[in-house]
């Protein structure tokens, strides 16, 4: 069987779009038909070679998505054939089955557990959780990294109740998804921070309360404004180590806290004033929002269906064609969208 994939071959090289001989099944390996792939901006720092030596060229990528279930391996119990589900790098339970190895021509080509820009994926059955069938397929691209990442950055990580304030530092995928946990949590004020006037929009519209532009604002003179003692939580989603040292600041003294969700460039180093420690402000970092598929993936769902998340700041823009993958990855590194979403039944 082939498949059509964008594969990255060299950094900072449009991903080559190519047919690949799928492999055989291994032990704990799903074969899935994905349906929509998100495009997270980690995507971005691997093709730009911002995430340090790549020594598994040439591979595929993509780490969020969704599709159907069309062969499943010896052992797997955890999907069915036709199953609809979630694709996350995020591991749950089942077998950890490693990555793949495709062919392209007399050509390698790298796989890991999961993939998510090619039209046919081995998947290990631990990066795959089950979903309604009437769950929207679209939506579900998000569970796998963006909606995990940014709700559980609020509801398993900072935790705040009802009447706290919280600063979000970068309003792209993730940190839209924050804003929206902080508005389910009931936070207030809820301030956005970005650089780009058409991302603090979406911001508005999903009902943060206050926008703050970096650009053209002191960023810690406005926060003071709203909140005199600072923020009670920032949640910084930009993986930049100057904005680490804003958001650290904009907490308050004597329990503050700090969420650091956003990835640094290889080798970037995050200079730290000991002071705001000694000032009882607390740091937590997170990897995927400690989210765990078995337990929430199908709460964030439900989230979704009952309208208490607005999705629509991720689905209103144009869904991007197999062939425009290039596109989506330049789109989001400029900022012209906060998730570019690829439809993988048109290549």
């Given at each position: 069987?082939?498949?059509?994939?964008?594969?990255?071959v060299e950094?900072?090289?449009?991903?080559?779009?190519?047919?690949?001989?799928?492999?055989?099944?291994?032990?704990?390996?799903?074969?899935?038909?994905?349906?929509?792939s998100?495009?997270?901006y980690?995507?971005?720092?691997?093709?730009?070679?911002?995430?340090?030596?790549?020594?598994?060229?040439?591979?595929?990528?993509?780490?969020?998505g969704?599709?159907?279930?069309?062969?499943?391996?010896?052992?797997?119990?955890?999907?069915e054939?036709?199953?609809?589900?979630?694709?996350?790098?995020?591991?749950?339970?089942?077998?950890?089955?490693?990555?793949s190895?495709?062919?392209?021509?007399?050509?390698?080509?790298n796989?890991?557990?999961?993939?998510?820009?090619?039209?046919?994926?081995?998947?290990?059955?631990?990066?795959?959780?089950?979903?309604?069938?009437?769950?929207?397929?679209?939506?579900a691209?998000?569970v796998?990294?963006?909606?995990?990442?940014?709700l559980?950055?609020?509801?398993?990580?900072?935790?705040?109740i009802?009447?706290q304030?919280?600063?979000?530092?970068?309003?792209?995928?993730?940190?839209?998804?924050t804003?929206?946990?902080a508005?389910?949590?009931?936070?207030?004020?809820?301030?956005?921070?970005?650089?780009?006037?058409?991302?603090?929009?979406?911001?508005?519209?999903?009902?943060?309360?206050?926008?703050?532009?970096?650009?053209?604002?002191?960023?810690?003179?406005?926060?003071?404004q709203?909140?005199?003692?600072?923020?009670?939580?920032?949640?910084?989603?930009?993986?930049?180590?100057?904005?680490?040292?804003?958001?650290?600041?904009?907490?308050?003294?004597?329990?503050?806290?700090v969420v650091?969700?956003?990835?640094?460039?290889?080798?970037?180093?995050?200079?730290?004033?000991?002071?705001?420690?000694?000032?009882?402000?607390?740091?937590?970092?997170?990897?995927?929002?400690?989210?765990?598929?078995?337990?929430?993936y199908?709460?964030?769902?439900?989230?979704?269906m009952?309208?208490?998340?607005?999705?629509?700041?991720?689905?209103?823009?144009?869904t991007y064609a197999?062939?425009?993958?290039?596109?989506a990855?330049?789109?989001?590194?400029l900022?012209?969208?906060?998730?570019?979403?690829?439809?993988?039944?048109?290549?």
């Amino acid at each position: 069987m082939k498949t059509s994939a964008a594969v990255l071959v060299e950094p900072n090289k449009p991903l080559e779009i190519v047919d690949l001989e799928v492999p055989k099944l291994r032990r704990g390996q799903v074969l899935v038909e994905v349906a929509f792939s998100g495009v997270c901006y980690t995507q971005v720092l691997e093709w730009r070679g911002y995430r340090g030596v790549d020594p598994y060229l040439p591979h595929c990528l993509g780490h969020e998505g969704s599709g159907s279930v069309l062969e499943i391996g010896d052992g797997v119990t955890k999907v069915e054939r036709d199953d609809h589900v979630i694709l996350s790098w995020i591991k749950g339970s089942g077998i950890n089955a490693g990555g793949s190895v495709y062919s392209w021509g007399k050509q390698c080509v790298n796989a890991g557990p999961i993939t998510t820009f090619n039209r046919t994926s081995v998947i290990s059955e631990d990066r795959l959780t089950v979903i309604p069938s009437n769950f929207s397929l679209k939506m579900a691209a998000l569970v796998g990294c963006a909606l995990p990442t940014g709700l559980g950055s609020v509801f398993n990580v900072a935790q705040p109740i009802s009447g706290q304030s919280i600063a979000i530092f970068g309003v792209g995928g993730v940190g839209l998804c924050t804003a929206m946990a902080a508005k389910v949590n009931g936070c207030t004020p809820i301030i956005a921070i970005d650089l780009v006037e058409q991302k603090l929009e979406l911001a508005k519209a999903i009902g943060v309360t206050h926008l703050i532009n970096a650009s053209q604002d002191s960023v810690l003179e406005r926060i003071i404004q709203i909140c005199p003692d600072g923020v009670d939580f920032a949640i910084e989603a930009t993986g930049r180590p100057n904005v680490m040292c804003q958001a650290i600041e904009s907490v308050r003294p004597r329990g503050g806290s700090v969420v650091i969700v956003g990835n640094a460039r290889h080798g970037e180093i995050w200079e730290l004033d000991p002071k705001q420690l000694n000032l009882g402000k607390r740091i937590f970092g997170t990897w995927g929002g400690d989210s765990q598929p078995d337990r929430d993936y199908l709460r964030y769902c439900n989230l979704a269906m009952t309208g208490s998340l607005n999705l629509g700041a991720f689905l209103t823009p144009p869904t991007y064609a197999l062939h425009g993958i290039n596109s989506a990855l330049t789109d989001l590194e400029l900022g012209k969208l906060t998730r570019p979403i690829i439809d993988l039944s048109i290549l």
